[in-house]
């Protein structure tokens, strides 16, 4: 990971964090009327994805800040990349009740997923000493 994607990691996971505490907030001191109980429940989880993969975020740019590695940057980009696909589509879904606004969640998944087995990737290399 480079120290642009260093830095860049470190402006997304700020922001994200912030978002996620907006949102939680905000549905927790007065959610509107027009949020059903599911609704509701796909905001507390896009949140509790966002503050932990903005959390994953920070560590793959400590991490980077000591032992730089293509696998950091991609493991970021997939924590990003979930973050904006799979919580941004919860609240579209959650905000508009249009079903059809849902299509990123499944991709941001996988985006989530891939970032975790770059990391792994990363650990495993650093393990073997290359």
């Known amino acids: 990971m480079t120290d642009r994607a260093r830095n860049w990691s470190l402006i997304f996971a700020g922001i994200s964090g912030a978002l996620a505490v907006l949102m939680a907030a905000g549905t ?12 509701l429940g ?4 896009a949140v509790q994805y966002q503050i932990w993969h903005a959390l994953a975020l920070l560590g ?3 991490l980077s800040a000591k032992a730089p590695s293509k696998l950091l940057g991609a493991a970021a980009a997939g924590f990003a990349m979930g973050s904006v696909l799979f919580c941004g589509g919860l609240y579209l879904l959650a905000f508009s009740g249009l079903a059809f606004l849902a299509w990123p969640v ?8 891939a970032g975790w ?13 290359e």
């Open 28 to 39: 927790a001191h007065g959610p509107p009327d027009s949020l059903a109980p599911e609704d």
């Open 42 to 45: 796909r905001i507390q989880t």
């Open 60 to 62: 793959t740019a400590a």
């Open 106 to 113: 499944p991709l941001g998944g996988l985006a989530f997923t």
């Open 117 to 129: 087995l770059a990391l792994a990737a990363y650990g495993w290399r650093w393990r073997m000493g």
